[in-house]
C-alpha cells in the first residue's frame, strides 16, 4: 500500500467552550463568552495488537501521526513497513492500531522500546524504564543532504508565512508547528498539534505519505530544538532543522554525528548555525 488509509473522527482538534463570567476586584462581573480550546486526548500506538505507548495529542492528522510516530521510533523504514491503519475512538481516548509487514513487525519484536509510562505533550522519551532503554533507541541515521545551503532569506520567508498556515494555533494560542518548507522559502506543509514533538511526527508523516524529497528544503518548528526534535529531524532524514530558540548542547552533538544542519531564529536578524556537516549551512 502506498499510505494508510485516512483516518477521520468526529470533534477534530478544537472545541469551543461557554465561559463564565467571574467576580471583578471593582464589584462588577465579566461576561459571559464562547472561547476555542484545543483538544488534547490520549492516543494509543498498538501495533499488530501489541501496545506500545499512550501520547497526548490533538486529535487531527491521526493518519500523519502514525506514519511519523512509526518511522521517528525506528519502528519503520518507510511506508512499505506498514500495511494499515486504523483509529477508534472511545470513552477513554484514541485507539490506533496498525498492522506492520512481516519483515517491520520481526524488528518491531526485536527492539521495541518498552514504554511503562503515557507520553505527555512536552516529552519525546516519556515512559522509557530506564538509562539503558536510551541506548536501545535506532542510532541516528545520516542524512542524504551534504553541503546543503539555505539562504536566511529563505528562513525568514517561512517563517513570515507559517503564520497563515496555522488555523489551530490562531484560534486557541496553544498548538505549536512544525513545516515543511522548499530552499526558496515557500511552505509545502505544515501541521499542527498541542505537543512540539506530535506536531514533529505529523510533519514527518505528512512528508512520506506524499513522497517529498527530504533534500530538497528544511524543516521549520516553532518551538526550542532539544535532542528528540533532532533525533526526529534525523530519522526523517532532514538536512536541516529551523527552530525558534537555541538547541541543546547534546542538540548539536547529535545533529553533528548525524549530518543534520540545526539553525536557531534567536532574537537577532541573522539566523545562527549552531553545527553543519561539509560545508551545510545558510548561504
Not at 512520506?208 to 535532542?227: H, K, N, P, Q
Request: negative net charge; proline residues 5%.
Amino acid at each position: 500500500m502506498s499510505a494508510p488509509a485516512s483516518i477521520d473522527l468526529p470533534g477534530g482538534g478544537a472545541v469551543v467552550c461557554r465561559l463564565g463570567g467571574q467576580p471583578l476586584r471593582d464589584g462588577g462581573r465579566a461576561r459571559d463568552c464562547d472561547m476555542t480550546i484545543a483538544e488534547e486526548v490520549p492516543v494509543g500506538f498498538v501495533y499488530n495488537g501489541f501496545s506500545y505507548a499512550v501520547m497526548m495529542a490533538t486529535p487531527d492528522d491521526l493518519e500523519d501521526f502514525a506514519v511519523g510516530f512509526s518511522l521517528a521510533e525506528g519502528l519503520i523504514e518507510n511506508l512499505s513497513g506498514m500495511r494499515a491503519a486504523s483509529a477508534r475512538a472511545s470513552g477513554e481516548g484514541i485507539e490506533l492500531a496498525m498492522e506492520l509487514a512481516p519483515d517491520a513487525f520481526a524488528h518491531f519484536l526485536r527492539r521495541r522500546r518498552v514504554r511503562s509510562l503515557r507520553g505527555h505533550t512536552s516529552c519525546g522519551i516519556c515512559g522509557v524504564e530506564d538509562l539503558a532503554g536510551l541506548g536501545s533507541a535506532p542510532p541516528p541515521a545520516r542524512t542524504d543532504a551534504r553541503g546543503i545551503s539555505i539562504e536566511h532569506e529563505a528562513v525568514h520567508r517561512a517563517l513570515a508565512a507559517l503564520r497563515d498556515f496555522q488555523p489551530l494555533s490562531r484560534m486557541t494560542h496553544c498548538a505549536h508547528a512544525a513545516a515543511w518548507a522548499s530552499c526558496d522559502g515557500s511552505l509545502r506543509l505544515v501541521r499542527e498539534d498541542v505537543g512540539r514533538h506530535n506536531a514533529l511526527d505529523k510533519l514527518v508523516g505528512a512528508c512520506l505519505r506524499a513522497d517529498i524529497a527530504a533534500v530538497d528544503g528544511f524543516c521549520l518548528v516553532t518551538s526550542r530544538c532539544s535532542y528528540e526534535m533532532v533525533q526526529k529531524a534525523v530519522a526523517a532524514r532532514f538536512p536541516a532543522l529551523v527552530a525558534i530558540s537555541a538547541p541543546t548542547a547534546l542538540a548539536i552533538r547529535t545533529a553533528r554525528q548525524a549530518g543534520l544542519t540545526p539553525i536557531a531564529l534567536g532574537r537577532g536578524e541573522q539566523p545562527v548555525v549552531y553545527s553543519g556537516a561539509d560545508g551545510a549551512g545558510l548561504a
